[in-house]
Structures are given as C-alpha cells and as structure tokens.
C-alpha cells in the first residue's frame, strides 16, 4: 500500500544546515506537503510542493523533489534552536504522514 | 481569530470508560479528520468527514465513533472497545471535498487511560 517513510532522528549543530529527508511510495501525489510539530502542540504547515517542480525556496526553507527517485527533502539553513520539533513529511491526497522526524538542535 | 479548537487538553479516565474529545472550527471547512499519535508512529487517521452528516473510516476506525451534526463540530468517542486508547488526538481540517487539500490541525488531546 501506500506509504511515506522518514528517519526519526536527526541531531544538529546550531547555525549548520538541516536536511529532513522522505521517501513515499505513491507516484500519483500530487503535491507533497511538510509539517512541523511544537512539543504539546498540533501541526503547523511549514511549505508544500507541487509535482510539476524540482526545487521551492522560502526564506531558510529548501524543498527539493526528485520524482524519478520518489525523494522529497526539507533543507532548513542556519538552523536555530527554535527550530526543534517533530517535522512530518505528508501526502494530502492519500491521508498519509510519515512517522516524523525528530530535529534535535544544541549550541 | 478563526481556528480549531480541541479540548480538554489532558483527559484522564479509567479503563472501560466511554471519553469524548472535542473539536471545534470556525473556518468554514467543509472537510475534517481526526488522527491519532504515537511516538515513532507518526499520525494514523482514525475517521474524516467530507460534509455534515457523513463520515468515512480510516486507517484505525475500530474502538472509535464520531458524528458530524454540524459543520463546525466533529466530536470523537473512545469507547472502551479500544484496547490501546493512551495517546495523542489530532483534530484536523481543510476546504476541499473533493481534493483533500492543507490541512490546519487544532493543538491536540492527549488521552491517559489509568
């Protein structure tokens, strides 16, 4: 069946660059959305891309998309420590989240 | 300000007790979801409603019930069929109906059964 996997862990050093990868099943998505979750808190939609593109920039947030390889990732530069949460990588179109993954900034 | 709106926001009860979660919106959605999160599971849909007085199964339906009376409201029941009902609970909603488009997610329940 459909599904969206990610790693669940990733730790990284204040200021250093932040790459949240996804890999989903599904090559009828549409577009593929990124959320992120606050300790305690609901999900907040951090950026979204759609099939037709490779690559959308917004401020520190990078999102690329490789079809052929069925790849999205989230590239967060200059990463601060208010950038530590859950981020979901998701299918609207199916219902599907992937599991999370777990961003872990330390000075 | 328009949202979703869920409470309470840390529920308490005892096994082979009925609970009902609450969420509320006033976005004028047409379509709303509720999920459940486990640590290292992600979310897992539970029900979803596309338009008043309909809903739809999802993923993890079993042990759970919800109704949809009203646009804005969509409340669930964790019955004591669930075996596993500790967790966090996700109310979610979006516009579309016939494409299921950005979701925005109220700030969640977590459920303790003692």
């Known amino acids: 069946g459909e599904d969206v996997e990610q790693s669940l862990f990733l730790s990284v050093r204040e200021g250093d660059s932040s790459v949240i990868n996804c890999t989903y099943t599904?090559?009828?998505?549409?577009?593929l959305y990124w959320y992120k979750q606050e300790p305690g808190a609901g999900l907040q939609l951090l950026t979204y891309?759609?099939?037709?593109?490779d690559m959308k920039q917004d401020q520190r947030l990078t999102v690329l998309l490789n079809k052929k390889d069925k790849h999205l990732s989230l590239r967060i530069a200059d990463t601060q420590t208010g950038d530590s949460a859950i981020y979901f990588c998701?299918?609207?179109?199916?219902?599907?989240f992937g599991a999370g993954t777990r961003l872990a900034v330390h000075p | 300000d328009g949202g979703i709106t869920q409470s309470p926001k840390y529920l308490f009860r005892k096994e082979g007790q009925n609970v009902t979660l609450s969420c509320e919106q006033n976005?004028?959605?047409?379509?709303m979801y509720w999920y459940r999160q486990d640590p290292g599971q992600g979310l897992r849909l539970i029900y979803y409603?596309?338009?008043?007085?309909?809903?739809q199964k999802g993923d993890i339906a079993e042990g759970y019930s919800v109704s949809r009376e009203k646009k804005e409201s969509f409340p669930l029941t964790v019955t004591s069929a669930q075996k596993n009902p500790t967790a966090f609970y996700l109310c979610?909603?979006?516009?579309?109906?016939?494409?299921?488009?950005?979701?925005?997610f109220g700030p969640g329940t977590r459920l303790t059964v003692l």
């Open positions: 979610a909603s979006s516009t579309g109906t016939t494409t299921r488009d950005t979701q925005y």
């Open positions: 599904d090559s009828s998505s549409t577009y």
């Open positions: 891309i759609f099939s037709n593109m």
């Open positions: 998701a299918d609207p179109n199916k219902l599907i």
């Open positions: 976005l004028n959605h047409d379509a």
């Open positions: 409603s596309q338009i008043v007085n309909d809903f």
